[in-house]
């Protein structure tokens, strides 16, 4: 299966600054990875599709790039609503994988 | 408005079995892959299964391949997770969630989820 890891574990930072996240694919998934915001006691909600597309709804400051086994996460400029865990997932081969997640906490 | 109902978690003790179901509403249910995708206490999320729009096509994660069984039923628009010999690290919430439909594709990703059924595998 697809091993998906993601980097930092945890990342500190204020409301206003510019956030940064990793995920990095044991084999290569093409554009095939969402990301995901989870807030405790909450399902996940899909932010990013197909490597760089947002979902419905999802406002700009949220951005994704990547392909073949390398992807980032760009929060432009974080609110606090967006202090949160994220999580890639992978689509390109069965079974779907999910990364170990980000959790991005206020400094 | 999407709408994924989970019900039939409980306590069980290990080697048990559990069937879990998914009532769901407001979208063309038979058109859409649906899966189970859970989260261990503080953990997280693991995709299980899926199961194709039609119900000919099931996915599993190798770790629950010959124990739980994903089934649907078009005409209730419900989708089931038998769960046999459980394991203590089958604990988790088990949530129902729905393929992502945009601009005349299925991408299989989830962008609606369930609010979640706590299973517990303990003596």
């Known amino acids: 299966e697809v091993v998906l890891t993601q980097s930092p574990a945890t990342l500190s930072l204020s409301p206003g600054e510019r956030a940064t996240l990793s995920c990095r694919a044991s084999e290569s998934v093409n554009v095939h990875l969402a990301w995901y915001q989870q807030k405790p006691g909450r399902a996940p909600r899909l932010l990013i599709y197909?490597?760089?597309n947002r979902a419905t709804g999802i406002q700009a400051r949220f951005s994704g790039s990547g392909s073949g086994t390398d992807f980032t996460l760009t929060i432009s400029t974080l609110e606090p609503e967006d202090f949160a865990v994220y999580y890639c997932q992978q689509r390109s081969y069965w079974p779907l994988t999910f990364g170990g997640g980000t959790k991005v906490e206020i400094k | 408005e999407v709408k994924l109902v989970e019900s039939g978690g409980g306590l069980i003790q290990p080697g048990g079995s559990l069937r879990l179901s998914c009532a769901a509403s407001?979208?063309?249910?038979?058109?859409?892959?649906m899966s189970w995708v859970r989260q261990a206490p503080g953990k997280g999320l693991e995709w299980v299964s899926g199961?194709?729009?039609?119900?000919?096509?099931?996915y599993y994660t190798d770790s629950v391949k010959g124990r739980f069984s994903i089934s649907r039923d078009n005409s209730k628009n419900t989708l089931s997770l038998h769960m046999n010999s459980l394991r203590a690290e089958d604990t988790a919430v088990y949530y129902c969630?729905?393929?992502?439909?945009?601009?005349?594709?299925?991408?299989?990703?989830?962008?609606?989820w369930g609010q979640g059924t706590l299973v517990i595998v303990s003596s």
């Open positions: 199961i194709s729009g039609s119900g000919g096509t099931t």
């Open positions: 197909d490597a760089s």
């Open positions: 969630a729905k393929d992502y439909y945009e601009s005349s594709a299925f991408y299989e990703y989830f962008d609606s």
């Open positions: 407001g979208f063309s249910f038979s058109s859409h892959t």
